[in-house]
T-cell receptor
Framework: DTGVSQDPRHKITKRGQNVTFRCDPI?????LYWYRQTLGQGPEFLTY????????KSRLLSDRFSAERPKGSFSTLEIQRTEQGDSAMYLC?????????????FGQGTRLTVV | AQKVTQAQTEISVVEKEDVTLDCVYE???????LFWYKQPPSGELVFLIR??????QNEISGRYSWNFQKSTSSFNFTITASQVVDSAVYFC????????????FGRGTSLIVHP
C-alpha cells in the first residue's frame, strides 16, 4: 500500500479562480477526512466521509468549498472563487472503521497559494 | 467544547538531550482519545500514539514515552537522547466519543535538535 496520496502537491492560482484537489486514500479505508493547515497552526477539520456519504462539515467549510467522494474511494475538494485567505495546506486523511476512533493516516498535503 | 494547548511554541536542544513536549487538554466528555503526531519538514503527519481516556498507563516505545495524567488533563511526550532526525513539529490532538475521528489539534511544538 502506498499510503494516502494527494494531487497536486502544490498549486498557485490567481484570486477568483477555481481549484480542485484530489485525495486517494489507503485502499479499503472507508473513512476520509479533509483538513486545512495554515502556517504555525495545527490542522483544522473541514469535512469527513464514511464511504460516499459526507457525514460532517465544519463551519470553516464555506459555501465556496465543496467536497465529494462519489464512489467511496477517492475524494475531491473544490474551492470556487478563491481568496487569499484560502492559502493553506490542505491535508487528506483516511482511516478504517474496523477499530473505532482509530488513528488516521495523512497524505503529504496540497499547498495552495492564492495570489 | 474541546481544546488542546501546547504552550511550547518552539524547543531547541542539543543532540542526546532529553526533551518533554507538553500537552494540556480540556473536555467535558468522559470518553475521549488523545493522539500525538509528528510533522517533519516534508509535511506529512505521522501518527505516533493513541490513548483512550480509560487507559492511564504510560507507554514507552524506544526513545519515546508518554505520560497521561487525567488528574491534570495532560498527555506529555518525552524523547530520550534526542537525535537530529527528531527535528519536526509535534502535534497533540483530542477527539471525543466513539465512531468518528475528528480530532482537535493543538498549535504544535516545533522541536529543533542541533548536532
Amino acid at each position: 500500500d502506498t499510503g494516502v496520496s494527494q494531487d497536486p502537491r502544490h498549486k498557485i492560482t490567481k484570486r477568483g479562480q477555481n481549484v480542485t484537489f484530489r485525495c486517494d486514500p489507503i485502499s479499503e479505508h472507508n473513512r476520509l477526512y479533509w483538513y486545512r493547515q495554515t502556517l504555525g497552526q495545527g490542522p483544522e477539520f473541514l469535512t469527513y466521509f464514511q464511504n460516499e456519504a459526507q457525514l460532517e462539515k465544519s463551519r470553516l467549510l464555506s459555501d465556496r468549498f465543496s467536497a465529494e467522494r462519489p464512489k467511496g474511494s477517492f475524494s475531491t475538494l473544490e474551492i470556487q472563487r478563491t481568496e487569499q485567505g484560502d492559502s493553506a495546506m490542505y491535508l487528506c486523511a483516511s482511516s478504517s472503521k474496523q477499530d473505532m476512533n482509530t488513528e488516521a493516516f495523512f497524505g503529504q498535503g496540497t499547498r495552495l497559494t492564492v495570489v | 467544547a474541546q481544546k488542546v494547548t501546547q504552550a511550547q511554541t518552539e524547543i531547541s536542544v542539543v543532540e542526546k538531550e532529553d526533551v518533554t513536549l507538553d500537552c494540556v487538554y480540556e473536555t467535558r466528555d468522559t470518553t475521549y482519545y488523545l493522539f500525538w503526531y509528528k510533522q517533519p519538514p516534508s509535511g506529512e503527519l505521522v501518527f505516533l500514539i493513541r490513548r483512550n481516556s480509560f487507559d492511564e498507563q504510560n507507554e514507552i516505545s524506544g526513545r519515546y514515552s508518554w505520560n497521561f495524567q487525567k488528574s491534570t488533563s495532560s498527555f506529555n511526550f518525552t524523547i530520550t537522547a534526542s537525535q537530529v532526525v527528531d527535528s519536526a513539529v509535534y502535534f497533540c490532538a483530542l477527539s471525543e466519543g466513539e465512531g468518528s475521528y475528528i480530532p482537535t489539534f493543538g498549535r504544535g511544538t516545533s522541536l529543533i535538535v542541533h548536532p
